[in-house]
């Protein structure tokens, strides 16, 4: 009966930034030319004044888990005993991959919906021989972020490398690569850099480097030391995605427009305004206690699969919203906030999401989440004095 | 503070439908081949289609505007006399565009925000020698819609031919070109047709061709039996804009997959929504009497510019909404339905506007106007037994 726009609203991929769409119809371009060198390095260069960091930073053709596995068969050697904090689906990602080398994890588990302490991983620095810490700085499967100061500081007092997956987290929460040791970052471009996957990169700190120099791990294909020495004079080591690089450097171009911090108050606003909503329909978050602003999970009312809430998404309005991961498949959904996202989006998920309880009988009162998502709106952006007739 | 994505939300352009947008990214190809031939063919048929008429339709690469003169410049003589119905700034134009070329008007006249009953236009045709008869089915400027049902059937059954500039009506309202006697019906590509504008097309029935036959009137480029004759063979008379013929092929095929009465009935039902919001909002609309469904215009609050309304939709949202024209500048502010809206759009665009109320001192509970149009929805999607919970 009516028309259903297609809204890609998950936490990767997350809406594109038009022109950053736009500029992959630039993409007849060869690789092997001085077009695409001035491209490549100032899209690195780009990279590193976002990042805020000197190190050097790295594109992969890959999606992050491939940046992931660079950052483990690069930098680690075989039996390397390395400390793994886990809160959910990501962090069982790192256990996978550490495992799949020969390296010896000892993991730090949370309850999914609740970060690792920072202190319980700090407690665990004074391991002897630890080579690694592994962590995400937000862990998109269940909305929860970690310490990263916190664990990043403690663990630049060591011999061990933090690589932090910040996929999700980079655009989301402040990150001090230099400040905090954080020796590898990892993102990737279907996240809060507002363009299709394909493209991950890593930032790799001189203590980083030092672990490389002993790594006796095999990698071909995914050559840090090589692509880090070919980025210096703006080469790939092999054929580079053009198209996507394109977007990328224009959605970068926006990105320092708005500027980094900007783009993480717009996250963080739009989280807190999303907790306002759902608190107000009467919904529990699944991660209260540690919410990153990457993405906010939400559990189903009693008794409801997540999935009906997901589907009727969809089909009544279009909207593509991310269910749970594995055991959280059906018992969570989750609405993003990284990225390419303002309270327009916001305001319509809402009030979709009170008519979908309402289809499914349960008690709302229509508005009323919307209502509170203003009111965070109102608060953050219309002076006081102006709004007398507030609700 | 907040990202603000740029929404195109005017009655014209409006938004494009994402797969005909990226259509245009074919047109590298000639007009003189065998694939223009039948991309030019298949999207006059599929126009035919949509418009449930046998009568010659004819492309221009024009805006609405060229497709109004041309009704014009090939159908009349010098000093016919016809009769124009204006109830706004389109209206107006018909009248500017009748005495370019010399023709002698009647205008009936509606106050802004009235339409012109249909009776008036009856009483009207007994004019000795009337020729010619023009209307528009829906008149942007004022959201007004005329009775196109009773004055084309009243036309029919006299000499003179009716020119209906249904630019915004097409896609809004029920249009039975050859039940009710429209001689010529007038579209656009950037309204109910979802892609950008520079197209216009033209339906023109054999009585309309027969008036052509006398037509004395200077015209070159738009010359419809001219064109008409190579639409037959797939053929434009000039270098036709393949961009935007690509881009509504593509449109058509959606357009044709959902149903045009589908489309006419999303635009009523979300003007039905933004009617029930506004007057929660205690808002008034401005063509209260005989409200169409492509645009719904809405006055200022008391005391208030609508420029304000305007610009605050722009500066806090980045949403592109259409202020008054002519001397309804700054007096009213128009919400738009047709084409490419959906639910999801006019959820923001309620929310955003009672934050711009709250902004200025007005009176407001937050969530209120939402939970109005979401009313509208449940009434139309969601079984009443479902809604126990309903606020």
């Given at each position: 009966?009516?028309?259903?726009?297609?809204?890609?609203?998950?936490?990767?991929?997350?809406?594109?930034?038009?022109p950053?769409?736009?500029?992959?119809?630039a993409?007849?371009?060869?690789?092997?030319?001085?077009?695409?060198?001035?491209?490549y390095?100032?899209?690195?260069n780009?990279?590193?004044?976002?990042?805020v960091?000197?190190?050097?930073?790295i594109?992969?053709?890959?999606?992050?888990?491939?940046?992931?596995?660079?950052?483990?068969?690069?930098?680690?050697?075989?039996?390397?005993?390395?400390?793994?904090?886990s809160?959910?689906?990501?962090?069982?990602?790192?256990?996978?991959?550490?495992?799949?080398?020969?390296?010896d994890?000892?993991?730090?588990?949370?309850?999914?919906?609740q970060?690792?302490?920072?202190?319980?991983?700090?407690?665990?620095?004074?391991?002897?021989?630890?080579?690694?810490?592994?962590?995400?700085?937000?862990?998109?499967?269940?909305?929860?972020?970690?310490?990263?100061?916190?664990?990043?500081?403690?663990?630049?007092?060591?011999?061990?490398?933090?690589?932090?997956?910040?996929?999700?987290?980079?655009?989301?929460?402040?990150?001090?690569?230099?400040?905090?040791?954080?020796?590898?970052v990892?993102?990737?471009?279907?996240?809060?850099?507002?363009?299709?996957?394909?493209?991950?990169?890593?930032?790799?700190?001189?203590?980083?480097?030092?672990?490389?120099?002993?790594?006796?791990?095999?990698?071909?294909?995914?050559?840090?030391?090589?692509?880090?020495?070919?980025?210096?004079?703006g080469?790939?080591?092999?054929?580079?995605?053009?198209?996507?690089?394109?977007?990328?450097?224009?959605?970068?171009?926006?990105?320092?427009?708005?500027?980094?911090?900007?783009?993480?108050e717009n996250?963080?606003?739009?989280?807190?305004?999303?907790?306002?909503?759902?608190a107000r329909?009467?919904?529990?978050?699944?991660?209260?206690?540690a919410p990153?602003?990457?993405?906010?999970?939400?559990?189903?009312?009693?008794?409801?699969?997540?999935?009906v809430?997901?589907?009727?998404?969809?089909?009544r309005?279009?909207s593509?919203?991310?269910?749970?991961?594995?055991?959280?498949?059906?018992?969570?959904?989750?609405?993003?906030?990284?990225?390419?996202?303002?309270?327009?989006?916001?305001?319509?998920?809402?009030?979709?999401?009170?008519?979908?309880?309402?289809?499914?009988?349960?008690?709302?009162?229509?508005?009323?989440?919307?209502?509170?998502?203003?009111q965070?709106?109102?608060?953050?952006?219309?002076?006081a004095?102006?709004?007398?007739?507030?609700?």
């Amino acid at each position: 009966m009516h028309i259903r726009k297609t809204r890609l609203l998950t936490p990767g991929p997350t809406p594109l930034y038009p022109p950053a769409l736009h500029a992959m119809m630039a993409a007849d371009i060869h690789h092997r030319t001085q077009d695409f060198v001035k491209l490549y390095k100032a899209t690195v260069n780009d990279l590193k004044e976002i990042l805020v960091t000197s190190h050097d930073v790295i594109p992969l053709v890959a999606s992050g888990t491939g940046a992931m596995e660079a950052s483990v068969s690069n930098l680690f050697r075989r039996g390397d005993k390395v400390l793994v904090v886990s809160a959910g689906k990501f962090g069982e990602r790192w256990v996978q991959i550490v495992k799949a080398y020969g390296l010896d994890p000892i993991v730090l588990k949370a309850e999914y919906g609740q970060a690792v302490p920072a202190s319980e991983v700090t407690a665990k620095l004074s391991e002897p021989g630890l080579r690694g810490v592994f962590l995400q700085a937000s862990e998109t499967s269940t909305g929860a972020a970690h310490d990263v100061e916190t664990i990043g500081r403690a663990v630049a007092q060591t011999d061990a490398i933090l690589v932090v997956d910040a996929i999700t987290g980079l655009g989301t929460m402040p990150l001090d690569i230099e400040g905090w040791g954080l020796d590898v970052v990892i993102g990737g471009s279907q996240k809060a850099f507002m363009i299709p996957p394909g493209l991950a990169f890593l930032s790799i700190s001189p203590k980083a480097w030092r672990h490389a120099e002993t790594c006796d791990l095999p990698h071909f294909y995914f050559d840090l030391k090589k692509e880090a020495q070919n980025a210096r004079e703006g080469q790939s080591s092999w054929t580079p995605s053009t198209a996507l690089l394109l977007s990328l450097n224009a959605a970068l171009l926006y990105v320092k427009s708005i500027g980094m911090e900007r783009l993480v108050e717009n996250a963080q606003l739009l989280a807190k305004a999303t907790h306002a909503a759902v608190a107000r329909l009467g919904l529990k978050l699944f991660a209260p206690d540690a919410p990153g602003a990457a993405v906010t999970a939400v559990c189903a009312p009693d008794g409801m699969d997540s999935g009906v809430i997901v589907r009727e998404f969809r089909d009544r309005f279009g909207s593509i919203i991310a269910n749970g991961q594995g055991s959280m498949k059906g018992k969570i959904f989750r609405i993003a906030h990284l990225g390419y996202f303002d309270f327009g989006d916001l305001f319509s998920v809402i009030a979709e999401l009170e008519l979908i309880l309402l289809a499914n009988g349960l008690p709302v009162t229509l508005g009323s989440g919307v209502a509170a998502a203003q009111q965070v709106y109102a608060e953050a952006a219309i002076p006081a004095g102006a709004r007398a007739g507030r609700a």
